[in-house]
C-alpha cells in the first residue's frame, strides 16, 4: 500500500496521471462529438440542418445589438468582463502549462466566439465556471484564497446576506415579481425595448382580423397576442423562419430607403405597425389610401382604406401589457 500511494503521488507530480486522464476525457468528447454530426441529420431537413446550423453561426447581422462582437461601442461592460476573466485563466496557465488544463479547448473556442458576438458570452461563462474554478484552487494563489475564504467565511457569508436583504427591500417599489412588458421608456430601466400594447389592444378589441407589416422588434409579441388571425410579415426569428433578404425589405421599408413603396404592394398588407419615431411615418402619411386609426406618444397603425377601424388616438403612453 505505501509503495502505491507513492508512486500515485510521484505519478501525479510529474502531471502523468494529469496527462492520461485529460487524453481519456477529450478522446471520449471528440467520439462523442463525431458520433452527433450523423445523428443530428435525423430530421425532417436531413443534412440540410447541418448547413443551416454554418450559414446561421458565420451569417452577418449588423442591425441586431446582440450579435454585435464585444469590441463594438455598446458592449464595453462586457468587454471588460471579458478581459477580467482572463487573468485567472492566463494564472492558471502559467502554473499548469497549456496541455495541461481539462477544458482548454472548449473554453477557448466559446472564448472567441464570445469575443465576436456577446451572443455567445453565456456559453463561455458556463465553459468557465465549469472548468476554471477547480483549476483555480490548486494554484497557490488559488490556495490562498480558500484559506482566506474558510477564515472569514462567517463575516463574509453575514455582509453578503445584509447586501442582499438591502437590494431586495430597494427593489420593492419597482414590484419586480410582476411580470410586466414595456409600453414606453422607464427612465429607472436605462435602454430597454418597448413592446406596442396599446395597439395590439386596439387591433383585438376591433376584432381585426389580417395582415400586419410589422418590424423585427415586434413581430414576435403581435403574432403572439393575435395569431392566428393575423398574419405578420416578419418577426425575430429572422433566418430560422425567413428568407435573409427579408431583414433588408424591412429595415428598406422603415428606413423609408428608395423602393419602399414596393413592399406595400409585394406583399398583402391591410395595416402597418409604425413605431412613431421611424422614417417612414412622413412618407406613409402622404401616401393615398392609407390612414392612421391609432396612435399613442410611441407608436402608430395605418390601415388601409376599406379596413373600417375606427380611429383611436392617444395623448398618454397605453398600459403595460400583461403576461401571459
Request: glycine content about 8%; hydrophobic content about 45%.
Amino acid at each position: 500500500m505505501p509503495g502505491q500511494s507513492k508512486t500515485g503521488a510521484n505519478a501525479v507530480a510529474d502531471g502523468s496521471v494529469v496527462r492520461t486522464s485529460a487524453s481519456r476525457t477529450a478522446r471520449h468528447l471528440f467520439l462523442t462529438g463525431l458520433a452527433l454530426i450523423p445523428l443530428a441529420a435525423i430530421n425532417p431537413w436531413g443534412f440540410h440542418f447541418h448547413h443551416y446550423l454554418i450559414h446561421a453561426m458565420t451569417m452577418p447581422r449588423p442591425a441586431i445589438a446582440e450579435w454585435a462582437p464585444l469590441w463594438d461601442a455598446d458592449n464595453r461592460l462586457q468587454l471588460l468582463n471579458f478581459a477580467m476573466s482572463l487573468l485567472p485563466l492566463a494564472l492558471i496557465l502559467r502554473r499548469t502549462g497549456f496541455w495541461r488544463l481539462p477544458g482548454l479547448l472548449i473554453v477557448v473556442a466559446t472564448a472567441l466566439a464570445a469575443l465576436k458576438s456577446n451572443r455567445f458570452l453565456p456559453f463561455y461563462a458556463v465553459a468557465f465556471v465549469s472548468y476554471l474554478p477547480g483549476a483555480f484552487s490548486g494554484i497557490p494563489i488559488g490556495r490562498d484564497l480558500r484559506r482566506g475564504w474558510s477564515r472569514y467565511q462567517t463575516a463574509i457569508c453575514f455582509v453578503l446576506a445584509t447586501a442582499t436583504i438591502a437590494l431586495g427591500i430597494k427593489s420593492i417599489p419597482s414590484e419586480p415579481w410582476r411580470l410586466r412588458i414595456a409600453s414606453h421608456p422607464l427612465p429607472w430601466q436605462g435602454t430597454h425595448l418597448i413592446y406596442p400594447t396599446g395597439a395590439v389592444e386596439y387591433l383585438a378589441d376591433n376584432g381585426f382580423v389580417g395582415n400586419v407589416l410589422v418590424p423585427y422588434d415586434w413581430g414576435s409579441y403581435v403574432m403572439w397576442k393575435l395569431g392566428p388571425s393575423v398574419r405578420i410579415s416578419f418577426d425575430s426569428r429572422y433566418e430560422v423562419a425567413y428568407p435573409t433578404w427579408r431583414m433588408e425589405e424591412d429595415d428598406r421599408f422603415y428606413d423609408a430607403r428608395p423602393g419602399w413603396q414596393e413592399i406595400l404592394s409585394k406583399y398583402p398588407t391591410d395595416v402597418v405597425l409604425v413605431r412613431s419615431d421611424l422614417k417612414i411615418v412622413s412618407p406613409l402619411k402622404e401616401l393615398p389610401g392609407w390612414t392612421i386609426v391609432y396612435s399613442d406618444p410611441q407608436f402608430i397603425i395605418f390601415a388601409k382604406s376599406g379596413t373600417g377601424l375606427p380611429r383611436v388616438f392617444l395623448d398618454h403612453p397605453a398600459a403595460e401589457g400583461i403576461f401571459p
